[in-house]
Nanobody, 129 residues
Framework: QVQLAESGGGSVQVGGSLRLSCTAS????????MGWFRQAPGKQREGLAA????????YYADSAKGRFTISQDNAKHELYLEMNSLTLEDTGMYHC??????????????????????WGQGTQVTVSS
């Protein structure tokens, strides 16, 4: 098992930036698909970005491409999401999540989100004008 704890959320104005962090603990010796997901009020959970902790490709949803960057620090067991040019539509609860291994050679970010079976409690991001 792995436990995930997000931090770094807060209130920011339109056009601003935030950097979210997710700290993993527990069985961090395994390799995981880890990703960032957003839950906006009244909307379905949305995948934003994902990566495999052993390295390789980065996966982005269209809504995150060009504005958000996912990265990791394996030594600290941390996952990050750098968010720039934030808009009102970026408001929501941001969660990191993980599952061991791959899903058919990739880390899903648009579909098959149910593969992620470890979830953090989330960190709130509020973008205001």
């Amino acid at each position: 098992q792995v436990q995930l704890a997000e931090s770094g959320g807060g209130s920011v104005q339109v056009g601003g930036s935030l950097r979210l962090s997710c700290t993993a603990s527990g069985n961090t010796a395994r390799n995981y698909c880890m990703g960032w997901f957003r839950q906006a009020p009244g909307k379905q959970r949305e995948g934003l970005a994902a990566l495999y902790t052993a390295g390789g490709a980065l996966y982005y949803a269209d809504s995150a491409k060009g504005r958000f960057t996912i990265s990791q620090d394996n030594a600290k067991h941390e996952l990050y999401l750098e968010m720039n040019s934030l808009t009102l539509e970026d408001t929501g609860m941001y969660h990191c999540a993980a599952f061991a291994g791959f899903y058919f050679g990739r880390c899903p970010v648009v579909d098959h989100l149910d593969e992620y079976n470890y979830w953090g409690q989330g960190t709130q991001v509020t973008v205001s004008s």
